[in-house]
């Protein structure tokens, strides 16, 4: 059978787009352990980042997170409108950054990049995609309204849009 005959199957996007699957901020190979991010002070540890005081002889290195943010290149995008959302300004931000803390307290690679008004869109910006989901999910989740999600072609990006 002719290869573009064959059925679709999840993952076939891979052959027409090799290296495509290749987040530009995934580790490429093991991290020397331990490591300390020079600037936020996560350690990477057993595999994982995780908030620990620095071992002595840690090596200093940038963790993903920091890179995102330094090269303003943001793995989620949460767009956030509508009058409700625009009368509740403050509670739903509160809400956002409450949930963003829990989250970057277990997972030192989930951060707020930013947040920012674009025409009446509040936008916040995430170091990962999971965070902007789960913000997505929250903001559904405690005030209803109208979720969507649509996720790049490599799935290394995110934007969500929350409204009501």
Same mark, same amino acid.
């Given at each position: 059978?002719?290869d573009?005959?064959r059925?679709?199957?999840p993952?076939?996007h891979?052959d ?9 901020? #995934?580790?490429r190979? *093991?991290?020397?352990e331990p490591?300390v %991010?020079?600037? &936020? ?6 595999g994982r980042?995780q908030? #620990?005081?620095a071992p *002595?002889?840690a090596?200093?290195v940038? %963790?993903?997170a &920091?890179r ?7 793995a989620?995008y949460?767009?956030?409108?509508g009058?409700?959302a ?10 956002v950054?409450?949930?963003?803390a829990?989250a970057k307290?277990?997972?030192p690679?989930?951060?707020i990049?930013s947040?920012s ?8 910006t ?13 903001l559904k989740?405690a ?21 009501r």
């Amino acid at each position: 059978m002719n290869d573009h005959m064959r059925p679709f199957k999840p993952g076939d996007h891979r052959d027409v787009y090799p290296g495509l699957e290749q987040d530009p901020y #995934a580790l490429r190979g *093991k991290l020397p352990e331990p490591a300390v %991010c020079k600037i &936020c002070g996560a350690v990477h540890q057993g595999g994982r980042w995780q908030w #620990a005081k620095a071992p *002595k002889g840690a090596e200093k290195v940038l %963790c993903t997170a &920091c890179r995102r943010t330094a090269d303003q290149l943001p793995a989620g995008y949460v767009h956030i409108d509508g009058e409700f959302a625009a009368a509740h300004h403050e509670e739903v931000l509160r809400i956002v950054c409450a949930h963003e803390a829990r989250a970057k307290a277990e997972h030192p690679m989930q951060r707020i990049m930013s947040v920012s008004e674009d025409d009446g869109t509040t936008v916040v910006t995430t170091t990962d995609l999971h965070l902007a989901r789960d913000i997505g999910t929250m903001l559904k989740s405690a005030f209803q309204g109208e979720l969507e999600l649509k996720y790049g072609r490599d799935e290394s990006l995110v934007r969500v849009y929350w409204r009501r």
